[in-house]
Nanobody, 124 residues
Framework: QLQLVESGGDEVQPGGSLTLSCAGSGFTLDYYAVAWFRQAPGKEREGVSCIGSGVGTTQYADSVKGRFTISRDTANKRVHLQMNSLKPDDTGIYYC?????????????????WGQGTQVTVPS
């Protein structure tokens, strides 16, 4: 299993913005489909957004469309999740996941490689 490292979680007021980053430890994410999932207290893990390998297509959960943007930072070999107009419902632990395939899916079972997560808190 490959190691993924998330960063950027924080507490932010409603309407604010955060950028999460995911990096591969000892390997490049360029050849991997990468997804962001989140899990709120007492709720199941849900897919937020994903991006295919290389210049891949992207997908977003309906709840974040128009507010979140996933992108690849090829220079720094990272995948970012830019989150704008944050709401209390966005609170949770955000995980990045990766698989060495071209197409991404917002399905947790699709990904064998996971990070430890980073906490995002948007107080109500």
């Amino acid at each position: 299993q490959l190691q993924l490292v998330e960063s950027g979680g924080d507490e932010v007021q409603p309407g604010g913005s955060l950028t999460l980053s995911c990096a591969g430890s000892g390997f490049t994410l360029d050849y991997y489909a990468v997804a962001w999932f989140r899990q709120a207290p007492g709720k199941e893990r849900e897919g937020v957004s994903c991006i295919g390998s290389g210049v891949g297509t992207t997908q977003y959960a309906d709840s974040v469309k128009g507010r979140f943007t996933i992108s690849r930072d090829t220079a720094n070999k990272r995948v970012h999740l830019q989150m704008n107009s944050l709401k209390p419902d966005d609170t949770g632990i955000y995980y990045c996941a990766a698989e060495s395939v071209h197409v991404c899916k917002l399905m947790s079972d699709y990904y064998p490689n996971w990070g430890q997560g980073t906490q995002v808190t948007v107080p109500s």
